[in-house]
């Protein structure tokens, strides 16, 4: 049962253009979204959240934007960059058994081509 | 250079073996966790630790064990490696007064059960 859903394994944007990369999820109780990103053999890196309580949250080329009622949220990347080339990951924060704890999306490839 | 760390970076068992993984921090975090990511599933939470002594389990937790002795140190034990083991594994701690965006991941370990 998956909470956290990314349905596009796999992006290609040409460099300048934007990117939108989408998440879905089933817990009403999620009262964090997060994204990362991912280079390989690396960890994850913390990239932008937004509270369940607004619906955008802007930081430089980075836009992340959240529906409540459809339980969707988006990453815009505006221009996109070569740098940018990574999995980018959708993960949602939700308080359980006294802790709050993460559930991640499967991960979509973003890729930016010159 | 502070962070964590993770070792071995890549590990071969055979079936049935046991090892262990490490994970340390010297960021004085009282949150650690253990992550595996695998390939369509994203990273799913296996067992987390809220400080010193204290551990509970998490998503996927059969096989593994974990014990916290201490705040910088948190170990993931395989007690007989199975193929299904196979993974990437990621460890990350966070201050928990930094908010669920504060997460620092290490950099994996690669395992491989034959």
């Known amino acids: 049962d998956q909470q956290v859903k990314q349905n596009s394994p796999s992006l290609s944007v040409q460099e300048g253009r934007i990117s939108i990369l989408n998440c879905d999820y089933t817990?009403?109780?999620?009262?964090?979204f997060l994204w990362y990103k991912k280079y390989p053999a690396e960890g994850p890196t913390f990239l932008i959240s937004?509270?369940?309580?607004?619906d955008k949250n802007e930081d430089g080329r980075f836009t992340v934007f959240l529906n409540k009622s459809a339980k969707h949220l988006s990453l815009h990347i505006v221009p996109s960059q070569p740098g940018d080339s990574a999995v980018y990951f959708c993960?949602?924060?939700?308080?359980?058994?006294?802790?709050?704890?993460?559930?991640f999306g499967q991960g979509t490839r973003l890729t930016i081509n010159p | 250079n502070a962070g964590v760390t993770q070792t071995p970076k890549f590990q071969v068992l055979k079936t049935g073996q046991s090892m262990t993984l490490q994970c340390a921090q010297d960021?004085?975090?009282?949150?650690m966790s253990w992550y595996r990511q695998d390939p369509g599933m994203g990273l799913r939470l296996i067992h987390y630790?809220?400080?010193?002594?204290?551990?509970d389990q998490g998503e996927v937790p059969n096989g593994y064990n974990v014990s916290r002795s201490t705040t910088e140190d948190f170990p993931l034990r395989l007690l007989s490696a199975a193929p299904s083991q196979t993974s990437v594994y990621f460890c990350?701690?966070?201050?928990?007064?930094?908010?669920?965006?504060?997460?620092?991941f290490g950099s994996g370990t690669r395992l491989t059960v034959v």
């Open positions: 993960a949602a924060s939700a308080l359980s058994s006294g802790a709050q704890k993460l559930v």
């Open positions: 960021m004085n975090h009282e949150y």
């Open positions: 937004i509270s369940s309580i607004k």
């Open positions: 990350a701690s966070r201050d928990p007064g930094t908010g669920i965006y504060g997460y620092t």
């Open positions: 817990n009403s109780m999620f009262d964090y």
């Open positions: 630790s809220v400080g010193a002594g204290i551990t």
